[in-house]
């Protein structure tokens, strides 16, 4: 019987498979080992982790793990826990989905849990609350990730972002909020237009929180936005071109069908606008 769980690092990519495993009982977990190491203490979050702990292997491991055992031929759950002999295996969704394929066609044969519970700690919701305290509502969360991501992934730099989000300000009010890990420095930036910055100040439990309370969240194509689609929580993200198919085939359906995900490639800020204002109304007239 299978008693470690072996997946790539970075939230959403765990949350994709954690959305599975979720129904499958309690494990230890081995995480690939990566900065900035903002993992583990989010799998510290959920139920059914025993363990959680960062190992010396890559994404490159899991892939050729997955071909020597024929685990990336279309598998279940039944058939790796049964009869193979392993008690530790090493998985990852994200091929699956970047084919286009849903979330819910992995591992077929165990439910999908979209809207999983991460457990909320006293501290966290303490700082969160804190945070957003002294800001007029309606609140948006905003991550614009970092240079470094901008000019690899080609998304939208300072001056596209303060073009959106001077947009953005004016239709709807309220304070725009930016958040992101310490690494996030081309979020940092948009500071210098006046919004409340809080990069770098929050755990992951605390940022969490953060994404539980607010009206709107926008961003990078990230865990944050997977996290906040799990909260069941309105979200509008950002994708590369060669990630289209990637940016709807792990989404929860419900929020598909109805609206309250929406994505955009990276194209003009008025372009994407457009899109981002139909979603707006959207998330007001289905009240999420």
């Known amino acids: 019987m299978i008693e470690t769980i072996a997946l790539p690092s970075g939230i959403g990519d765990i949350s994709w498979a954690y959305s599975k495993l979720v129904n499958a009982g309690a494990f230890n977990y081995e995480i690939a080992d990566g900065w900035p190491y903002r993992s583990v203490p989010f799998m510290e979050l959920l139920s059914g982790v025993k363990k959680a702990n ?17 685990i990336g031929h279309h598998p279940t759950w ?31 044969d165990l439910p999908t849990e979209y809207h999983y519970q991460i457990n909320a700690r006293p501290w966290d919701v303490r700082r969160a609350a804190d945070l957003l305290a002294d800001y007029k509502r309606p609140w948006t969360g905003i991550s614009a990730a970092s ?14 972002w ?16 930016l958040m992101g890990g310490f690494w996030d420095d081309l979020t940092a930036t948009l500071e210098a237009d006046g919004y409340p910055c809080t990069v770098g100040k929050t755990s992951v439990g605390a940022a969490i ?35 289209v198919a990637l940016s709807t085939s792990w989404a929860p359906p419900d929020m598909l069908e109805n609206g309250v995900y929406s994505m955009s490639l990276w194209r003009d800020p008025e372009l994407v606008w ?10 007001a007239k289905e009240g999420k």
């Open 209 to 243: 929180e953060l994404l539980r309370l607010l009206d709107y969240y926008i961003g990078f194509s990230s865990g944050l936005g997977v996290i906040r689609t799990v909260l069941d929580k309105n979200a509008f993200m950002l994708w590369p071109d060669h990630q």
């Open 274 to 283: 457009k899109r981002v204002k139909v979603w707006l109304q959207t998330c």
């Open 162 to 177: 303060s073009k959106f989000l001077h947009m953005l300000q004016a239709e709807i009010g309220g304070t725009i909020i």
């Open 78 to 108: 039944g058939d790796l826990n049964n009869g193979r002999g392993m008690t530790r295996i090493l998985l990852e969704p994200n091929m699956h989905l970047e084919m286009g394929k849903p979330l819910a066609e992995w591992l077929p």
């Open 147 to 160: 240079y470094r991501g901008s000019e690899a992934w080609r998304t939208w730099g300072y001056q596209q």
């Open 54 to 70: 960062y190992e010396q292997f890559t994404f490159h491991d899991i892939v050729v793990f997955e071909q020597a055992t024929r």
